[in-house]
């Protein structure tokens, strides 16, 4: 039996993507009665702190609230963490920011564990592919280059929301709908969509929270759902025709942009990333030209203008991507 420990760095703003994954992996390992699993927060997510607690596991809260809080509290969280791990013990980290990747490199020098590492942004894989001593595994969810190590294992991120929406749905006034859906922040494209949104005539819906949700105001006729919950998305993906993703970091496997797409949603995205080759690949939306606003924006019109056929090759991806063989290739790699 291995003991295996996490470390995720969850956000305060809502249960994001890598979150969520993160959840489905410790379903998947603690399921299987063959690892010790014990779980190390950075973060201050309560949604994620309240969905841990549905699982049997040591967990532990750090808060950290800001980067120097962060070097505040490492001593604390490293001194922990090298007490509770044994010599030749698997150490799984999954990061999606570089606080947790620095936390494995000390441990790392001082234990000499094995460590796995699980990351969705792939700006963090230049980093892994440097400290390749360091790691054992890296493990991607969907790549968007073929230089990628021996080490690297590319596996499909499990999509729980199961299609319901069959065709997509122009409503009786012809007036097609744009979603947004995530952190409302900078990275993410807040600002672009904002922008976007005052060019054109179509109507949207935005959810979730953040720190430019100060960019919504009252004499904007949007619908502003705020943070959603698993119903709440099914109600998302069902009233949105559109989803606009506007991220401008290098995303890997966006959970946002296939549960549009299992929902037969096209995608609208900046050419950045594995959303973007998705959708060249399988013809389900439109990539911008340019990361702008107006190119955003003249996207979002040639979508709508084609939307029941990006509509209809959303099958292949939802046959392609259905991966039923997420928790055996799991425990496969920790085993």
Known sequence: MSNIYIIEDSSIYDLGGGQRITLEVIKCLNA??????????????PTFSDKVGEHDLYSRFFAVMNVPHFFFKMPVIIYELVNKIENNKVFYLYSTTKKAL?????????KKNGVIVFHQHSSLGGVFDKLKFFVRTVITPGVITK???????????????KSSKFACKVKSNN???????????????????????????????????????????????????GYIADQGKREF??????????????????????????NYNPVVCFDVGYPSVIVKKYNVGVVADSRSAKSLNLAIEKCSNNLIEYSKNCR?????FDNNEFCKKIKSIFN
């Open 32 to 45: 299987s009665n063959e690892n010790t699993l014990y779980l190390y927060d950075l973060g201050s997510g």
């Open 102 to 110: 620095l936390i494995s490199v000390i441990i790392k020098l001082i």
């Open 147 to 161: 230089e990628i190590s021996k080490k690297t294992i590319e596996i499909s991120n499990p999509i729980k929301l």
């Open 175 to 225: 007036k097609i709908v744009i979603g947004f859906i995530g952190s409302l922040t900078t990275h993410k494209g807040f600002d672009i969509f904002i922008e976007t949104y005052n060019l054109n005539n179509f109507p949207a819906i935005v959810a979730g929270t953040g720190a430019l949700e100060k960019l919504l105001n009252l004499k904007m006729s949007l619908d502003y759902r």
């Open 237 to 262: 993906y069902k009233d949105i025709d559109i989803l606009v993703f506007p991220s401008v970091v290098e995303e890997t496997f966006s959970l946002v942009c296939f549960e549009a797409f299992f």
């Open 316 to 320: 292949t991806i939802i046959d392609d």
